[in-house]
Structure formats: C-alpha cells, structure tokens
C-alpha cells in the first residue's frame, strides 16, 4: 500500500474509532480461548512489511503457509481417521471393519493403558485397566486378531504409543510380513513423541536418555526398511487438552520437533534422511480463528527453521504434515449433544487450516468411550464438510484476510518469544526438568477453570443457558469378561510358544540394550516369537531405569 | 482439633496420566485455604493408603480418567479401612458414568463422586461440607 492511500486508510480507521468509542458493547470479554484479546477490526495498517511471497507463497511451495500440497484438497479429500479402541482385539477388529464399512479411509488404534504403559494384562498395575481405555494388546497374537481381514497394504494405521513405541511397530509390522506385505508396502504413523509425555501427557516408561535413543532407533530402521512410515507424530493436542492456551501448543509442539531434528542429526542421521517422515498432531480448540491460524504459522516457522536453522534441502523436509482432533476438553457431560455442534466447528477450523487427516471426537466421549451411533454421527460430520459444505474447493480460502493474516503473525511471534525462553532455560530436557512447561501449562489450566467458574467465559449447556434435564444417552459398556479372557489367552500362548527362543531373544534384546546397537532388529525378532510386551519392556527397564516426575500443582 | 486446617490429599491412582483436573483441584482447595498434598501420578492403591496414614488427613480426593474407578475405589477404601482410616473422607472425581456414580454411593465406597461440569466452588463447598459433618460426628 503506497503512503497516500495509507494515510488515508489511517484517517478513515480515526474517525471509525471515534464513531464505535460511543457504542455500548456486550459485557464478556472479546478474547481467544486462550485469553488473547481481539481487536474489533484488522484493516491493511496491521499488516505492514506483508510480503504475499515471503509470508504466504503458492499452496505446496515455501513456506507453506496456504498448504503443503499444491491442489490440496481438490486432488484429495483429508484422510478421515477416527481414532479408537477398546477391549480386547477381537471387540476393536469389528469396530474397524464397522468404520471401514463407513467410509472410513485410515485407522487409528487407540490402546490401553497397560499396553501404553508397557505392561501385560496379567500385571497387577493392570488389575482394572485392561480394554478399559482402549485395546488390550500383549503379543503378535493380540496384533494379528486386530487386523485380521484388514489389508495392511491397502489401509495406513496409526498408533497412539509412545513409551513402548518400538514394540508395538515391530508387532505391526510382524503382522504384515505374515500377510506377506513387504515392509516398504506398509504406511502408517507411529506416536512415538516422548517429550510431550513428560510435558504433558504423562505416559512415559523410560528416562529420557533411552527414549531418545528408541526413537531415533526408529527414525533409522524407517528410512531403510519402511520408507512409507511416518516414524513419529509429535503432538501438540495432549499439551492443549492439559490445559495450555494455543500459542503454547505450537509453540512447544514445534520445540520439540526441533529437539528430535536435533537429536537424529547427533545420532549421525543426515536431516533430509529421515526429516521427510517426520509428522505433527494438533488440537482443534473451539476457538475457529485462532485454531486456523496456529496451523498456518505452524507450516510456516516449521519451514523456515528447518530451511535456515538446520539446513534441509529437501522440500518434503520442510512441509509440515499434520493429522488433528477436535478438543475433547472442550466437551461437556451436560446436554451432550450439543458436542456435536461443537466438534463440527472444530472439525471445520481443521480443513481450513489444512490438515491432512482428521479426528471428530464423538458426543458422548466426555461420559465414556463412544458407541457405534455417537461415532457414526462424528465420521459423518466429516463428511458433510468435505462434500457439502463447498469449503474443500478451494485452497486456503481465509489467506489474505486482514484478521487471520494477523493473528498469524501474532502467533508465530509469540511461539518465537517461547522458543527464546526455552533456549535461555538450557532446551527442552532442561525446561522439562525445572517443570517449565509443566507450570504454564497448570497456571493456563488453572484460569481457565476459574474463568468458567466466574461466567466470564461462556460454555453453552453449562454456565449459560442450561436446562436441568438429566442427560439421558446410552453409554458404551466395556465387557467385564475382557479382563479375565485377556489373561487366560495370554496364560495359553505362554505355553504353547517357544520359550527357549523367547528367552533367547529377551537376553539378546538385553545385551543390546546396554550397548549402542539399534534396538530395531531385535525387537523385531522378539515379538515374532511371541515375546509378550511386559516382557521386553521389562528387560528394558532393567537396563534404562524408569522416569519419575516431580509432582506440581 | 478445632481450627486446624483440613488436610486434603489428591490422588492419582492407575495408569493414566491425565493430571490436569488433579491440579486444578488441588490448587482451588489450596486457594480455598486447605492443606494439600499431592501424591503425583500413576500411585497404586497401597501407596495411596499408606501416604493417606503419613501425612494424616482429613479427606482424600480421587482423581480417575481411565475407566478403572470402579475397581480402583473400592480398593482403596477397603485398604483405608483395614488400616483404621474409615473416617477419611473418600471423594472421586473423573469420567465417571452415572450409574457407576450411583453405585460407588450406595456401597459406600465414597462420599462424593465429581464429574466433568462441577465447579470448583462445588468441589470446595462439598468438601467443606463433609469434614463439618465429620467433625460434629
């Protein structure tokens, strides 16, 4: 914009202001779900030095900020993957079977927490918490249940694991070498994102040293083995459902991306080796503008630090790819229906920032696990906004506006200041452990519970305009017997598999651990003989120890 | 012992991790002026029983998100029990289905259960409710 028009622009804003200074306005703050104020209007004036090229580009080209492919969405539609799991793996191989049916394009597993926490069913940590938040998975055998009759060539699977990551993806992919799929024919995700676990998500086994080592171990039989393999998914939602505002998401989300590019390239990798399978997860917060614009500046400060600051060269370095849920913190157990409403605003914020794959979480998932109905409605919400709604024709449809470009700006600049904190604090390992995220995550947490309880933030259903009407929905029901089933059949494969080969492999799998091989290998081997995951993970723990947390509040 | 704070130990039993309501309510009844130990996560039924004795309190809050409430509660107030701590108050607070609710109340595994939704002023209210009863009793 010349200087003339400029000036002009900056007059006419004057007299505007004037005229709105003598307007009542409603009573409720005018910020973010994060608490970050907005201005009433974004005119050309908050976007000085723009640069369309610079800032913005072309869709699939640098730096990325309208999308990573070219056409997006008019060459594909965003793979619809709802993430789910529970039981045992014959109860979640027809829940699989049931979404494929669906239209569902991509699985995605959710596991329980003993298997999250690297233990078997017949644990006693385990007593109550098999198939209860998930799949219950122990052995191959357990593997192989879950994905029979599911072409693993055909279907990318992604696995929300972490502690015990390598494991579970050499029981993958065991399973798919028995279907006789070469391992360069499979695609899928692997969580696999340690530091958001002691960040945020708490599901950790291993002290960081060690699980750095995995990962990377990870990042390199991927590269040479199973090219279509998304070898880690470095998550932002768990820290936003923890309770942190979304400049602190993208922010900490992209510090550890940048940890783990930092540790594959000490573990000797060169960075445009395995860079390319390196992918992200975000939340979907009900906040439509500010979640649009988290994505965009995501895309783009992934860009330009991976270009500037550790050189890759390789465009499919540079492109952030993301799979995003919709925010179950932002679900409420009264009037649940009105979830549906609220993870379709969600949903939509996600397609116009440009995700690759998408989750809408269903009604009833802040009472329990969703049933068939209630996830059926959330594949289908999906699908309304790809080929109803018209917003999937064309590329980045908000770029240019004068508000998301602006709010664009503010956040990559405020994940710039944390990232400058995070440096000045050591890096991320020394963050972690003087708790710093930990803390801004609770004191975000704590006033957002406080504003809700105060009425200044307004939730629908619940501190306004809410009815007494008990909530009356049918809840999934987890089978009691899964449990004690669960026990028996692992009791019975430990008897009937070779336990001298089982024991070879765990003392194998014990001697490596204590050196500097890749771990990959041997894991391999072991699981293909049925060694259980409590069992590796055990020997494991002998060697790397266990992290421990300092409590906070 | 009139005038002494009320002791409140929040608890994290089972595997999982969500700890963000745990904190949240453990900072509210600070705020509101009890004494709160938090017992960080991933504590089997025994420890918490065991820090419940050591550290002496008056209530202890339960904070469960991964479904095992029914068999973890129960455990804990049986532990509770043995050891003669009866009389600590015993409140859950978690994804919690209705009936479950019901049934943790009736059998007397616990005093309150809380479910997403519940103020914080709720929670703080309750509590304080159920230790004056106690107290009188």
């Given at each position: 914009?010349?200087?003339?028009?400029?000036?002009?622009?900056?007059?006419?804003?004057?007299?505007?202001?004037?005229?709105?200074?003598?307007?009542?306005?409603?009573?409720?703050?005018?910020?973010?779900?994060?608490?970050?104020?907005?201005?009433?209007?974004?005119?050309?004036?908050?976007?000085?030095?723009?640069?369309?090229?610079?800032?913005?580009?072309?869709?699939?080209?640098?730096?990325?900020?309208?999308?990573?492919?070219?056409?997006?969405?008019?060459?594909?539609?965003?793979?619809?993957?709802?993430?789910?799991?529970?039981?045992?793996?014959?109860?979640?191989?027809?829940?699989?079977?049931?979404?494929?049916?669906?239209?569902?394009?991509?699985?995605?597993?959710?596991?329980?927490?003993?298997?999250?926490?690297?233990?078997?069913?017949?644990?006693?940590?385990?007593?109550?918490?098999?198939?209860?938040?998930?799949?219950?998975?122990?052995?191959?055998?357990?593997?192989?249940?879950?994905?029979?009759?599911?072409?693993?060539?055909?279907?990318?699977?992604?696995?929300?694991?972490?502690?015990?990551?390598?494991?579970?993806?050499?029981?993958?992919?065991?399973?798919?070498?028995?279907?006789?799929?070469?391992?360069?024919?499979?695609?899928?995700?692997?969580?696999?994102?340690?530091?958001?676990?002691?960040?945020?998500?708490?599901?950790?086994?291993?002290?960081?040293?060690?699980?750095?080592?995995?990962?990377?171990?990870?990042?390199?039989?991927?590269?040479?083995?199973?090219?279509?393999?998304?070898?880690?998914?470095?998550?932002?939602y768990?820290?936003?459902?923890?309770?942190?505002?979304?400049?602190?998401?993208?922010?900490?989300?992209?510090?550890?991306?940048?940890?783990?590019?930092?540790?594959?390239?000490?573990?000797?990798?060169?960075?445009?080796?395995?860079?390319?399978?390196?992918?992200?997860f975000f939340n979907a917060?009900?906040?439509?503008?500010?979640?649009?614009?988290?994505y965009?500046?995501?895309?783009?400060?992934?860009?330009?630090?991976?270009?500037?600051?550790?050189?890759?060269?390789?465009?499919?370095?540079?492109?952030?790819?993301f799979h995003t849920q919709t925010?179950?913190?932002?679900?409420?157990?009264?009037?649940?229906?009105?979830?549906?409403?609220?993870?379709?605003?969600e949903a939509?914020?996600a397609?116009?920032g440009?995700t690759q794959s998408l989750h809408?979480?269903?009604?009833?998932?802040?009472?329990?696990?969703?049933?068939?109905?209630?996830?059926?409605?959330?594949?289908?919400?999906?699908?309304?906004?790809?080929?109803?709604?018209?917003?999937?024709?064309?590329?980045?449809?908000?770029?240019?506006?004068?508000?998301?470009?602006?709010?664009?700006?503010?956040?990559?600049?405020?994940?710039?200041?944390?990232?400058?904190?995070?440096?000045?604090?050591?890096?991320?390992?020394?963050?972690?452990?003087?708790?710093?995220?930990?803390?801004?995550?609770?004191?975000?947490?704590?006033?957002?519970?406080?504003?809700?309880?105060?009425?200044?933030?307004?939730?629908?259903?619940?501190?306004?305009?809410?009815?007494?009407?008990?909530?009356?929905?049918?809840?999934?029901?987890?089978?009691?017997?899964?449990?004690?089933?669960?026990?028996?059949?692992?009791?019975?494969?430990?008897?009937?598999?070779?336990?001298?080969?089982?024991?070879?492999?765990?003392?194998?799998?014990?001697?490596?651990?204590?050196?500097?091989?890749?771990?990959?290998?041997?894991?391999?081997?072991?699981?293909?003989?049925?060694?259980?995951?409590?069992?590796?993970?055990?020997?494991?723990?002998?060697?790397?120890?266990?992290?421990?947390?300092?409590?906070?509040? | 012992?009139?005038?002494?704070?009320?002791?409140?130990?929040?608890?994290?039993?089972?595997?999982?991790?969500?700890?963000?309501?745990?904190?949240?309510?453990?900072?509210?009844?600070?705020?509101?002026?009890?004494?709160?130990?938090?017992?960080?996560?991933?504590?089997?039924?025994?420890?918490?029983?065991?820090?419940?004795?050591?550290?002496?309190?008056?209530?202890?809050?339960?904070?469960?998100?991964?479904?095992?409430?029914?068999?973890?509660?129960?455990?804990?107030?049986?532990?509770?029990?043995?050891?003669?701590?009866?009389?600590?108050?015993?409140?859950?607070?978690?994804?919690?289905?209705?009936?479950?609710?019901?049934?943790?109340?009736?059998?007397?595994?616990?005093?309150?259960?809380?479910?997403?939704?519940?103020?914080?002023?709720?929670?703080?209210?309750?509590?304080?409710?159920?230790?004056?009863?106690?107290?009188?009793?």
């Open positions: 914009m010349d200087i003339i028009k400029a000036e002009k622009v900056r007059k006419n804003k004057e007299s505007w202001e004037d005229e709105i200074s003598g307007l009542p306005e409603r009573s409720e703050p005018f910020d973010t779900v994060s608490g970050m104020p907005v201005q009433a209007l974004c005119t050309p004036l908050d976007l000085k030095g723009f640069d369309y090229e610079e800032d913005l580009g072309f869709p699939g080209s640098y730096p990325y900020t309208r999308g990573i492919q070219a056409n997006m969405y008019r060459g594909r539609i965003w793979t619809m993957r709802q993430f789910s799991g529970f039981g045992d793996a014959y109860d979640s191989n027809r829940r699989y079977c049931y979404l494929l049916e669906q239209g569902q394009t991509g699985l995605s597993v959710a596991f329980d927490l003993p298997t999250i926490m690297g233990y078997d069913s017949d644990h006693e940590r385990s007593l109550g918490e098999v198939g209860r938040c998930g799949v219950a998975i122990d052995s191959l055998e357990d593997m192989e249940i879950l994905f029979d009759q599911i072409p693993v060539d055909k279907v990318t699977t992604s696995m929300t694991i972490n502690g015990p990551a390598a494991i579970l993806w050499c029981m993958y992919l065991a399973n798919a070498e028995k279907q006789g799929i070469s391992l360069d024919r499979v695609g899928g995700t692997v969580q696999n994102d340690i530091l958001k676990e002691y960040i945020a998500q708490k599901s950790w086994i291993f002290p960081p040293e060690p699980s750095m080592r995995l990962i990377t171990d990870i990042f390199s039989f991927a590269a040479d083995h199973v090219p279509q393999w998304n070898t880690i998914s470095i998550s932002g768990h820290i936003r459902e923890a309770g942190s505002t979304a400049a602190q998401e993208l922010a900490f989300t992209l510090a550890d991306g940048f940890a783990y590019v930092e540790a594959g390239i000490k573990a000797g990798l060169d960075v445009d080796n395995f860079a390319p399978r390196l992918s992200f917060h009900i906040d439509f503008f500010e979640e649009i614009c988290k965009r500046a995501a895309r783009r400060i992934w860009a330009r630090r991976m270009k500037e600051l550790y050189g890759a060269k390789d465009p499919r370095s540079l492109k952030m790819r925010a179950g913190c932002s679900l409420t157990a009264r009037e649940p229906e009105n979830n549906i409403v609220r993870t379709a605003i939509l914020s397609v116009l440009g809408t979480n269903s009604m009833d998932e802040v009472l329990a696990l969703p049933t068939e109905r209630a996830v059926k409605i959330a594949l289908r919400t999906q699908q309304v906004i790809a080929y109803e709604s018209g917003v999937a024709n064309t590329i980045d449809p908000l770029g240019g506006s004068y508000f998301i470009e602006t709010l664009t700006n503010r956040l990559e600049s405020e994940a710039e200041e944390y990232f400058r904190r995070i440096d000045e604090l050591g890096g991320i390992m020394a963050a972690i452990d003087c708790g710093f995220f930990q803390q801004e995550i609770a004191d975000a947490a704590y006033a957002y519970q406080r504003a809700i309880d105060a009425g200044e933030r307004i939730v629908v259903g619940v501190n306004r305009h809410h009815s007494d009407e008990p909530v009356q929905i049918d809840l999934l029901k987890i089978n009691p017997a899964v449990e004690s089933d669960q026990v028996r059949r692992l009791k019975l494969l430990k008897e009937k598999r070779d336990n001298t080969a089982v024991s070879r492999c765990l003392e194998e799998l014990r001697h490596s651990a204590a050196g500097s091989d890749n771990l990959i290998p041997i894991i391999l081997k072991a699981v293909k003989v049925y060694a259980t995951e409590g069992e590796i993970v055990a020997v494991l723990k002998e060697v790397f120890g266990e992290y421990r947390e300092k409590p906070l509040f | 012992m009139p005038g002494r704070k009320v002791r409140v130990l929040v608890a994290k039993p089972g595997l999982d991790g969500h700890d963000r309501g745990a904190r949240v309510v453990a900072r509210a009844l600070r705020d509101a002026g009890m004494e709160v130990i938090y017992t960080g996560l991933h504590q089997t039924p025994e420890q918490i029983a065991e820090t419940a004795l050591q550290e002496d309190v008056d209530v202890i809050g339960l904070s469960i998100l991964s479904g095992a409430h029914m068999t973890l509660t129960p455990r804990i107030k049986g532990l509770l029990q043995e050891k003669g701590l009866g009389d600590i108050a015993l409140v859950v607070g978690g994804i919690i289905p209705e009936d479950d609710a019901a049934e943790l109340l009736k059998g007397g595994f616990a005093d309150q259960v809380f479910t997403p939704g519940d103020s914080l002023d709720k929670i703080t209210g309750c509590i304080n409710g159920i230790i004056s009863s106690h107290r009188k009793s």
